[in-house]
């Protein structure tokens, strides 16, 4: 059974360790780190300096296998946007990212009250994308892409959200 927890530093170890190459790691943190390969201690440097930053661990009887940030973009505390969303390289496909995004939904909407979740996903993460509408979000247009220059291309951004309202509804469409 999937559990959520606190973000404890020697999780980056496990964490970090999923990401097999430098395309799979700037897919997953886009320009957040200075170097590949990462170390456990920057990924504890870059968290522990973040304001309104929530960093869970998802676990199993085998250990971890999961990890997201959650935090609040704007002062109104009215929206969540997640992101660093990975799974265990060796549990992908068995719906363990799905498992961990509804426990974090469950949390933004019935703990915290926000009104929306988003969350922005990299044109070329297609299995990603597919996890994010598996749970309900859906792609919602912007005035300005966002766009990253990684490994001397150019990464653009699709923007996701689900509102509270929409997940309510799925909840209770899924239980008939």
Request: net charge negative; glycine share 6%; with cysteine.
């Amino acid at each position: 059974m999937l559990h959520m927890r606190p973000y404890q530093p020697e999780d980056a170890e496990h964490i970090l360790s999923w990401i097999k190459n430098e395309y799979a790691f700037r897919q997953w943190s886009a320009d957040r780190y200075e170097r590949y390969p990462a170390m456990p201690e920057d990924m504890n440097r870059l968290y522990a300096g973040a304001k309104d930053f929530y960093p869970m661990t998802a676990y199993d009887e085998s250990g971890v296998v999961g990890h997201l940030t959650m935090r609040f973009p704007t002062d109104e505390k009215n929206e969540l946007r997640f992101g660093f969303v990975i799974v265990d390289d060796a549990k992908r496909g068995c719906g363990y990212g799905k498992d961990m995004l509804n426990m974090a939904l469950f949390y933004a909407f019935c703990v915290a009250r926000v009104d929306r979740v988003s969350l922005a996903v990299f044109e070329n993460n297609e299995a990603a994308y597919g996890c994010y509408r598996s749970a309900g979000f859906r792609e919602v247009e912007v005035e300005e892409t966002e766009a990253y220059h990684v490994m001397g291309e150019t990464w653009n951004c699709r923007e996701m959200q689900l509102q509270q309202d929409e997940w309510r509804m799925r909840l209770w469409s899924s239980s008939k």
